[in-house]
């Protein structure tokens, strides 16, 4: 395994309830992201986070927010869950380089988070 | 801005023929990175290949191999001799810039089915 876990798995949740995704890892990544992957829109970035406390917007940040207080934990938080936010989330980890050459700069997947928002 | 176009929503082939997935892509920077992922129905996202926008060389690795070309901002993917194994969705993305990592934007993906 890659050292990437995300919790819950699975989540079934009501319209206007705050929701929180775990993405732990243990590669020791200073880079990590959340996607979301929708039929018809492959992955969008929501938010991704370049060290601790360091976090930044993706292209579909709106009704999202992050925080990363330890290098291994960035969570993803729904405040007020909408219909509009049902998807399959995933986390991603990464380590940067500025030798293009390297084999860095890939991103590693977690396992992904289904939610649903009725 | 950076955009990742995949044309092709679904592609059926009957195993062993071969098959190319397009990738078309922009960006204004000099520098950038092009990658594959493939998705199998088991949902996992398994990365294949990386290419730099200073190297242009084709790759190929067994079955597969990228066609990489600057002139019509295209990295498309081929897969020789197709297998039901290969059916999943693959991704193509592009990441701006001379780290590489931020904002790995992707395409909307191209479902491969290989029917035996």
């Known amino acids: 395994d890659a050292g990437i876990t995300q919790s819950p798995r699975h989540k079934v949740t009501e319209t206007g309830t705050p929701v929180t995704l775990r993405c732990h890892q243990t590669?020791?990544?200073?880079?990590m992201y959340w996607y979301r992957q929708d039929p018809g829109h492959g992955l969008r970035l929501i938010h991704y986070?370049?060290?601790?406390?360091?976090?930044d917007k993706g292209e579909v940040s709106d009704g999202y927010s992050v925080s990363r207080s330890k290098t291994e934990d960035f969570l993803l938080t729904l405040e007020s869950a909408t219909s509009s936010q049902t998807s399959v989330y995933f986390c991603?980890?990464?380590?940067?380089?500025?030798?293009?050459?390297?084999?860095?700069?890939?991103?590693?997947f977690g396992a992904g988070s289904r939610l649903t928002v009725l | 801005a950076q955009k990742v176009t995949q044309a092709q929503t679904e592609i059926s082939v009957v195993e062993k023929e071969d098959v190319t997935l397009d990738c078309v892509y922009e960006?204004?920077?000099?520098?950038?990175?092009l990658f594959w992922y493939k998705q199998p129905p088991s949902g996992e996202l398994v990365f294949l290949i990386r290419?730099?926008?200073?190297?242009?060389q084709n790759e190929i690795s067994g079955r597969y191999s990228w066609n990489f070309q600057k002139s019509t901002s295209s990295f498309n993917f081929t897969i020789t001799a197709s297998q039901v194994v290969d059916s999943a969705v693959y991704f193509c993305?592009?990441?701006?810039?001379?780290?590489?990592?931020?904002?790995?934007?992707f395409g909307a993906g191209t479902r491969l089915f290989v029917k035996a």
């Open positions: 991603a980890i990464s380590e940067l380089t500025r030798d293009i050459h390297s084999g860095a700069n890939v991103l590693t």
């Open positions: 590669e020791n990544h200073r880079y």
């Open positions: 986070s370049y060290g601790v406390k360091d976090t």
């Open positions: 960006t204004r920077d000099t520098t950038y990175y």
């Open positions: 290419r730099n926008s200073f190297d242009e």
């Open positions: 993305a592009l990441s701006e810039g001379d780290t590489g990592g931020f904002k790995t934007i």
